[in-house]
């Protein structure tokens, strides 16, 4: 969904033209209550992008924003969780008004730091104001086991020292990505990789809201929304989140795949680049192939089977259809059953197989990507007679297809097959009109007769012969 360009500020620069103007002061989670509840009035959904969610984890989510909680969700990687955080940033007010030159980006009605707090005093209603967009109140942190204090909290600044203030001055202290989100949301990535230590130190942050820095006890009113991603097997593999710091989080929520079909091939549409036309038939398979894929004993389930598995096939095969039209000359770039061999060869790494499975790998992609196409030849050419395909293969007719045959070429190489409609009523069941869309419907059809056991196939990688 592309994003909405930000409207214009509001034309105020003091604090005495924002009195004047009726503004109200909100505490952070007070307007992201607010606006939730006026998009669920106004029937607006507040979480556009996100596929399979709706009756399960959003209503969750809602709640505790409603409750005011910071929120850790817990799921297997690839299944929106950070999505689902950046999304937040669209229950924040477009513009809010800070002090300007103010550090921690403070609300010109309520300062907290010393410096500012000294500065608001000295200038009264000709306080500067300026602006922040939505999206500025929003800061995002990967937690690797390198983050030290200083990142998320603070450390004293040697060059504020140097410049005169004494150690004991709470202003030779330089703020950590927390304080620095004060009146936003502050979003950790992967938070077991956080060293324990490190989680420590958010405590009191996130409870008590001091601030404590090498013997700094600094009490600031810190007003923020702690958000945070993990994989539940993180706890035990790579680390844990500690449970005093899992205490402070009001909302464990967990997250999953989508459960429904469209729902996957909807993410598919969505987050795909596609450099081709994949037509809907093969983002099905590819769909059902990591469906599959998530319920084989083959595959350890406990890392999971990312959706980015089924987009990187989407991409591959869209990339394998541009490749052979650029090569052969046709005049569309349209991808066929043909290029799903493609996702098989470069999208094994992707996912961890169970120990015991090596050297199979291969054979296992090969076997779930030929189950998920059966699958969807059943969905859409069920009841269709193909007798008379069969019958003109069984009679020693043949089909060649392969990376190095263009649609037309694929096409013109069918069996005559009489005065029968077969051939249309394939291309239309699957809605193809065009010469890489049919050929691309016609292999879907030759392919599912192969799984039945209906006719032969044989293919040395480079070509494709039914027969």
């Known amino acids: 969904m592309t994003a909405l360009a930000p409207t214009t500020p509001p034309d105020v620069s003091t604090v005495a033209e924002l009195r004047a103007s009726g503004h ?239 729902e996957e091939i909807a993410v598919i549409e969505q987050e795909a680049h596609l450099v081709a036309d994949v037509p809907a038939h093969l983002l099905e398979i590819l769909a059902r192939f990591t469906r599959n894929l998530r319920q084989s004993q083959s595959i350890d389930q406990r890392s999971g089977v990312s959706a980015r598995f089924a987009i990187a096939g989407a991409e591959t095969v869209a990339a394998a259809a541009l490749h052979r039209a650029t090569v052969l000359g046709e005049d569309a770039a349209v991808a066929r059953v043909v290029d799903l061999e493609t996702a098989v060869d470069v999208l094994g790494g992707k996912i961890e197989f169970e120990t015991g499975e090596e050297g199979r790998e291969t054979e296992i992609l090969t076997h779930l990507l030929r189950t998920a196409i059966a699958e969807t030849v059943r969905e859409h050419l069920r009841g269709l007679d193909l007798r008379l395909l069969v019958e003109a293969l069984e009679e020693g007719a043949t089909v060649t297809t392969g990376a190095r045959v263009s649609a037309r070429d694929f096409l013109g190489g069918l069996p005559v097959l009489g005065e029968s409609e077969l051939y249309d009523q394939i291309t239309d069941r699957l809605g193809a009109t065009d010469d890489g869309s049919r050929a691309g419907a016609i292999e879907l059809a030759l392919e599912g007769l192969y799984l039945a056991r209906k006719v032969g196939k044989d293919s040395d990688g480079s070509e494709t012969v039914y027969g």
């Open 24 to 262: 109200e002061l909100k505490s952070l989670r007070q307007e992201i209550r607010d606006n939730l509840l006026q998009r669920l009035r106004d029937g607006v959904d507040p979480w556009p992008g996100l596929h399979g969610f709706a009756d399960t984890v959003v209503p969750q989510v809602e709640r505790a924003l409603l409750a005011g909680h910071d929120v850790v969700l817990l799921g297997e990687r690839g299944q929106g969780k950070t999505r689902l955080l950046r999304a937040l940033v669209g229950l924040l007010d477009e513009w809010s008004p800070v002090i300007e030159g103010s550090e921690l980006g403070e609300h010109p009605y309520e300062p907290i730091a010393p410096a500012t707090i000294r500065r608001a005093a000295e200038l009264g209603d000709a306080l500067p104001v300026t602006w922040r967009h939505r999206d500025e109140r929003y800061a995002e942190k990967l937690a690797t086991p390198d983050t030290s204090v200083a990142d998320l909290i603070g450390d004293v600044d040697p060059m504020k020292v140097a410049e005169g203030r004494t150690l004991g001055d709470p202003e030779t202290i330089h703020f950590g990505l927390i304080p620095r989100s004060h009146r936003g949301i502050v979003a950790i990535n992967e938070l077991p990789d956080l060293a324990e230590r490190i989680q420590v130190a958010m405590l009191n942050v996130m409870e008590e809201r001091d601030i404590q820095i090498r013997g700094y006890v600094l009490r600031l009113p810190l007003d923020v929304l702690v958000v945070a991603s993990a994989n539940p097997e993180d706890y035990t593999n790579r680390g844990r989140i500690i449970t005093p710091l899992k205490d402070r989080f009001g909302a464990e929520i967990r997250t999953h795949y989508p459960r429904e079909i469209v």
